[in-house]
């Protein structure tokens, strides 16, 4: 064959051999197809135990009753016993070892999440008890009055 | 044309061995492998949410925040609340404001006052990612950073993902963002790392009313995979043909 036609051909097929071989040490060795599609399977196996190792932030009542026997007590036998401690008391994570004391949330802001009263027909948060935010007791802190364990009790 | 015994021999040779050693590139298992690689997974991870019972306090964007290190100021969320009004004069008002990260305080939708005697109907979708069983945002990824696992979630390996944002555009639930600070696509897994511990997703785990809740589709007995399989459950956008894995419950013909 004639010279212009081999030394483009022997290029051609080098620049291939040469992306192969960087591909080669490029792409880890767990890189493939990990089931029974190549469109939906095709990825790095390890990374599916380094989503599994994501820290754990919101630990669960379950935790909280290890130290918190009365608050937790108290708590289950009230209209907000569905209500986790973490939703007002922010993710435990790693309480007590790494954060000595969670802050505590006074706001009206979070009580107003289900109780501000918005008049909507046939939905569940009409059911429950609510207030004008800007009518009733503007200044005050919800849980000066309340307890958020057991709204039913008043603070003294 | 004439050819002599060697040259028939020595090309008869060199064409054996080049059609033979591109299928050396070809990996032969052995039955058991085989079988092992198209087995059905023992779990299959969905969801159902009772629109019913959601009140909108947003508790579970917080947590979902919190839980995942979403930037919790950052205008993106994995998982969101809807607000949907209907008035008498058949408008839908719709919001979402900061993905309703603080709940729905305020009657005011985008800082328009609806007089409650016009409204018809009122309600709270939350949403996630659908962990679909034809993940559009899987087929446009041209790096394989995003994938399918066994038990049905949709991943995203950040360490392989380039940024370039096809599936964000893909997803026709819009559920896939740009994270601001890993600078690649992010979306709700169900909270993979919490389901594979036997853990619910913060997001179930701190709805207060049982609004959201998770299911294995492989366990007959699991109660939820009950409800989902014996009660009158629809998915979004089903027209897509993307066999979307979150069911709703009570879903108005109004929510998009």
């Known amino acids: 064959m004639k010279r212009h036609v081999l030394h483009p051909l022997w290029l051609a097929i080098g620049l291939v051999g040469l992306i192969l071989l960087a591909r080669h040490f490029m792409v880890p060795d767990d ?8 469109t939906y399977n095709f990825h790095r196996l390890g990374n599916i135990q380094e989503w599994k190792d994501f820290p754990v932030k919101y630990q669960g009542r379950e935790s ?15 209209p907000h016993k569905n209500v986790e ?16 004391f969670l802050p505590l949330n006074r706001e009206r802001s979070l009580c107003m999440r289900c109780h501000a009263s918005l008049e909507y027909p046939n939905a569940a948060r009409s059911d429950l008890p609510a207030v004008h935010d800007r009518r009733h007791k503007r200044k005050r ?5 309340h307890n958020p364990h057991d709204p039913r009790e008043d603070v003294e | 044309m004439t050819c002599s015994r060697r040259e028939f021999l020595k090309e008869a040779i060199g064409g054996t061995v080049a059609t033979v050693l591109p299928l050396s590139a070809f990996t032969f298992l052995t039955s058991a492998e085989a079988r092992a690689a198209i087995a059905d997974s023992k779990v299959r991870w969905a969801f159902l949410v009772d629109t019913n019972k959601c009140v909108g306090c947003g508790m ?11 930037p919790y100021d950052a205008p993106v969320t994995r998982t969101w609340v809807e607000r949907y009004v209907v008035t008498k004069d058949g408008e839908t008002h719709v ?16 800082d328009e006052e609806i007089d409650p005697e016009n409204i018809d109907k009122a309600f709270f979708v939350p949403k996630l990612c659908n962990q679909c069983d034809n993940p559009a945002c899987v087929q446009v990824c041209p790096v394989g950073a995003t994938y399918q696992t066994g038990d049905g979630v949709v991943l995203v ?4 993902c380039i940024g ?10 819009g559920v896939r963002f740009f994270h601001p600070k890993y600078k690649v696509a992010d979306k709700c897994n169900f909270c993979y790392h919490r389901i594979t511990k036997g853990l619910q997703p913060a997001c179930v785990q701190s709805c207060a009313f049982g609004a959201r809740r998770l299911a294995n589709l492989r366990d007959p007995d699991d109660p939820v995979t009950k409800i989902i399989t014996t009660e009158r459950v629809a998915v979004l956008k089903d027209e897509y043909g993307t066999k979307p894995h979150v069911f709703y419950l009570g879903l108005d013909t109004n929510v998009r």
């Open chain 1, 64 to 78: 909280c009753r290890e130290c918190h026997k009365d608050n937790v007590k108290t708590h289950r036998r009230s």
């Open chain 1, 141 to 145: 802190e919800c849980v000066s009055c």
């Open chain 2, 95 to 110: 919001d979402s404001p900061m993905g309703g990260r603080d709940g729905f305080t305020s009657s005011a939708i985008r």
């Open chain 1, 85 to 100: 401690c973490e939703n007002c008391h922010g993710p435990s994570g790693n309480h007590p070892d790494d954060v000595e």
């Open chain 2, 60 to 70: 579970c964007v917080k947590a979902c925040k919190n839980e995942n290190e979403i």
């Open chain 1, 31 to 38: 890189f493939g197809i990990h089931g029974d599609s190549f």
């Open chain 2, 157 to 160: 390996d950040r360490e392989w």
């Open chain 2, 164 to 173: 370039c944002g096809y599936c964000i555009m893909a997803c026709p639930y």
